[in-house]
């Protein structure tokens, strides 16, 4: 089982970069994950014919009892299984708030074990890279994490302070930097631009995506590039990047490792642990 979240700039393409991997994943017969990390619930609609699904946090305010994965999940096209952790209403709370319970939720009801996916995808917005929005960085979560920026200033900003959270995060028990995606806007010189702005943090490009028009077009009929565009060069890519987000080796945590979360590589607590995020979340919830 490989599990990896995708973080990035809100806009920067993570949603439909993620969703068109699923896609390019399921129909090679893999068994997929989804989860939307960002408070706008809107990371798995190309897989759901547009249609919104309940988000986790919008079921546990409903129904405080018995949810059941059946309740918190959905199969999309070819199959992949979405979830959507959601968020509090805009204003009203900390928007972590929706990871944690989320997380909190498919960990208690064994989602891993019950359906056993080649691969689990968590969709991240990286605008923010605090309190709930660190927790797929925990290894039991992801083992890896890839940044989705463009060659514009502000997306290349945000994959500076992502890096910088993952590897003040980094040690036993956390995720590690798999690269960077380059997500092409189509501005000047933008390869140069995002590789230098790249090598200054010491990341690699393992990946461009061209920017390209067939993107909106599968949007407008609510799908992705995989299935409406499955010939074009654009689908390629998909594919090409499913495979290697699938297979690139993630090094083996330390045998002795600690509960994911609680200590650092050097020693110290780790700045946020999850019992510090759980409080920050109650604590803005009320
Ligand atoms: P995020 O999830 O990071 O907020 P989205 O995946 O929702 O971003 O993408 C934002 C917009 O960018 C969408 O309208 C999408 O169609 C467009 N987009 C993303 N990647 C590409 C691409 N490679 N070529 C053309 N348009 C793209
Ligand atoms: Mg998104």
Known sequence: MKKIAIY?????????????????????????????????????????GGQRIRSVLSVLREQREGVTLDDITVRGSLGVICVESGGPKPGTGC???????????????????VFKPDMIMYDVLGDVVCGGF???????FADQVYIVTSGEMM????????????????GRGYAELGGVILN???????EEIARKATAEVGV??????????????????????????????QA??????????????????????????????????ASVGVREVRKLARRSSR
Not at 18 to 28: C, F
Not at 32 to 44: L, Y
Not at 95 to 113: D, N, P, T, W
């Open 8 to 48: 990035g700039k809100g806009g920067i393409g993570k949603s439909t970069t993620v969703s068109n991997v699923a896609a390019a994943l399921a129909s090679q017969g893999k068994s997929v994950m989804q989860i939307g990390c960002d408070p706008k619930a809107d990371s798995t609609l190309g897989l759901t």
């Open 95 to 113: 928007a972590g708030r929706g990871i944690v319970s989320a997380f909190e939720k498919l960990e208690e009801l064994h989602a891993h074990q």
């Open 134 to 140: 660190s927790m797929p960085l925990r290894r039991g």
């Open 155 to 170: 997306s290349l900003y945000a994959m500076g302070n992502i890096v910088e959270a993952v590897r003040s995060y980094s």
């Open 184 to 190: 092409k806007k189509g501005i000047a010189d933008e």
């Open 204 to 233: 690699p490009i393992v990946f461009t995506l061209e920017r390209d028009p067939v993107v909106q077009q599968a949007e407008a009929l609510a799908t992705t590039v995989i299935e409406a565009f499955g010939d074009s060069a």
């Open 236 to 269: 390629d890519a998909y594919r090409a990047l499913a495979d290697l987000l699938l297979t690139s080796p993630v090094s083996q945590p330390d045998p002795g490792e600690e509960e994911p979360g609680w200590t650092s590589a050097t020693g110290r607590r």
